[in-house]
């Protein structure tokens, strides 16, 4: 009889939220799962997580080189990566400071480039492959308020589009899921930037933020994007994009393309609290 060997997971960021649900449910659903963590020792896991938590910190390339090459050294292949480590910063793009801008791209753009770079070759070799990015709606529509977890999320999805079609040669396959809100940890760890003295966007970014946080705490579960995960792993060719989240969230991202831009502009600032007008 031939023994089939169980497909190897690496999933970043998966101390928390839909990277931890991700993890749990493909190692229960029979995966071989490394999950990270930038202090694994220090997380609290459950009875029921049956993956194996390894250190890596995307704003440091040595630790993101020295996490993959555990798990090759260790299984000899990944048959697929989940980037989705990520974190979000929020506040008026004007006041933003440069270290949280650097920051927010360094962890959620660079940080997943150097992680995909970092497991293409041995997928190359070994002619086959998945890589999933977990980009947001954010990544299709810019978020008033936050323009650089946007912009983070637009660098991937244009990123991801690219890579496609360089791999696809080499058997490896890649796409972006593109959450709408989800509750996990992601929402308290946020990097919110205090408005500055006498900002004119003191009013505008607490109201818009506020939606934004009262949007994730009430959002998905997800588990529903660890189903989707599992259902990409069985799934023959790969879309560049997939949407998860509430029918509203998935209509907005879908018909934002086809609507007039000033239009779907009007109804994401609707939608935000946002008069267009100094407060
Ligand atoms: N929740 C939502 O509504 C939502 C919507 C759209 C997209 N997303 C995306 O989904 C992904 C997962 O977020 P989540 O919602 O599950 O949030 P979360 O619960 O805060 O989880 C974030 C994960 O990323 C890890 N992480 C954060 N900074 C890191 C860094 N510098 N290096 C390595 N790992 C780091 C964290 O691990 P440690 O802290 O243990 O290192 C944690 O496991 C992110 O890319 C986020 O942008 C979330």
Do not use: H, W
């Not at 440069?98 to 041995?122: S, Y």
């Not at 529903?224 to 995960?229: G, K, M, N, Q």
């Amino acid at each position: 009889m031939i023994e089939q060997k169980k497909p190897v997971v690496f999933i970043s960021g998966a101390s928390s939220g839909i990277g931890n649900a991700c993890a749990t449910f493909l190692a229960k659903k029979g995966c071989l799962v490394y999950g990270t963590s930038r202090k694994p020792a220090k997380v609290q896991r459950k009875a029921d997580e049956f993956f194996e938590l390894i250190a890596m910190d995307l704003n440091d390339s040595a630790s993101i080189q020295a996490a993959v090459r555990l798990v090759l050294e260790k299984e000899g292949r990944i048959d697929l990566l989940l980037c989705n480590a990520g974190m979000g910063i929020g506040g008026p793009a004007e006041e933003c400071p440069l270290e949280d801008i650097r920051r927010q791209m360094d962890t959620n753009f660079l940080g997943a480039v150097q992680l995909i770079q970092a497991v293409l070759p041995a997928m190359r070799q070994a002619g086959s492959g998945r890589i999933l990015v977990t980009s947001s709606i954010g990544g299709r529509i810019g978020l008033p308020f936050q323009a650089f977890y946007s912009a983070s999320k637009f660098a991937l999805e244009g990123f991801v589009e690219g890579l496609r079609m360089e791999i696809k040669g080499f058997g490896v396959q890649a796409a972006l899921i593109e959450p709408g809100d989800f509750r996990s940890g992601f929402t308290e760890a946020r990097k919110k930037t205090a408005t500055l003295p006498g900002s004119p966007y003191e009013a505008s970014a607490g109201i818009a933020l506020a939606k934004a946080e009262l949007d994730e705490k009430n959002g998905g579960y997800p588990i529903d994007i660890a189903r989707l995960v599992l259902a990409l792993t069985r799934k023959k060719k790969l879309a560049v994009r997939y949407t998860v989240g509430s029918l509203g969230q998935r209509i907005a991202a879908g018909i934002k393309p086809i609507l007039p831009s000033r239009l779907a502009e009007y109804a994401i600032m609707a939608y935000y609290g946002l008069s267009g007008r100094n407060s």
